[in-house]
C-alpha cells in the first residue's frame, strides 16, 4: 500500500479518511479530534491510546506513530469517522448531527465494502441506527453490508476502561475477524 491510497472523501473533511476497497476492517470514530484535524492524522491527540491499544492488541507489530496513520493500511485496516467536524471532545456534537451524517457515512461503508466496521465507542451507531440499546462487541445487525463491532472509545477523556480493557475488547474484535473467512 502507498500513500496513494489516502483518499479523502469529502473536502469539507476535516482529516482524511484512510482507505481502500475490500479492507479487513474499518475503525470509525465519531469525529476528529481538535488536533487530528490539525495535524492531518489520525488520533493525535496527547493521551488518545488508539495506536498503542492497536499493537498491543495484535493489530500491527509496533505501534504506529499518529504521523505514519497510513501505514496501518498494510495491515488490512482502515480509518473514518461519522462526522467529519473536528472537536475537542464528542460531546461536543448533537444527536442530530450525528444521525444527519448517518446516510452518506453508511454509503460511504458501503462503497468501500470492508468485511467488517468497528464502531469506537456506542455513540456514533446509537444515533445513526436510533438504538438505545448498543451492547459492546459484535451486533447482531450489519452497517453497510458489513459485520460490525463496538469497542471502547480509546479516547483518553474515557476514564471508564482502563488500558488492559481497552486492549482486551480490541484483541478479542482481531482474533474473531481472523477466524471468519
Known amino acids: 500500500m502507498t500513500v496513494s491510497s489516502v483518499i479523502a472523501v469529502d473536502s469539507e473533511q476535516a482529516l482524511p479518511d484512510l482507505l481502500e476497497p475490500g479492507l479487513s476492517l474499518i475503525f470509525c470514530g465519531i469525529n476528529p ?32 506513530r499518529p504521523e505514519d496513520d497510513h501505514t496501518i493500511l498494510r495491515y488490512g485496516c482502515g480509518l473514518t ?29 458501503e462503497q468501500y465494502a470492508p468485511r467488517n466496521i468497528v464502531f469506537l465507542g456506542k455513540m456514533a451507531l446509537s444515533a445513526i441506527s436510533g438504538s438505545r440499546d448498543i451492547d459492546w462487541g459484535l451486533q447482531t445487525k450489519p ?19 482502563n488500558l488492559g480493557a481497552l486492549v482486551a475488547a ?12
Open 33 to 64: 479530534g481538535m488536533r487530528a484535524a490539525s495535524t492531518g492524522h489520525h488520533f493525535e491527540g496527547r493521551g488518545n491510546r488508539f495506536w498503542r491499544v492497536m499493537h498491543l492488541a495484535g493489530f500491527t507489530p509496533e505501534q504506529i
Open 143 to 161: 452497517f453497510g453490508g458489513a459485520r460490525a463491532w463496538v469497542v471502547p472509545n480509546p479516547s483518553g477523556l474515557n476514564r471508564a476502561f
Open 81 to 109: 469517522t461519522v462526522v467529519p467536524r473536528a472537536t475537542a471532545q464528542a460531546a461536543e456534537l448533537s444527536r442530530s448531527e450525528i444521525e444527519q451524517a448517518g446516510d452518506g457515512f453508511r454509503r460511504k461503508i
Open 170 to 181: 480490541y484483541r478479542d474484535v482481531r482474533i474473531a475477524v481472523a477466524s471468519t473467512p
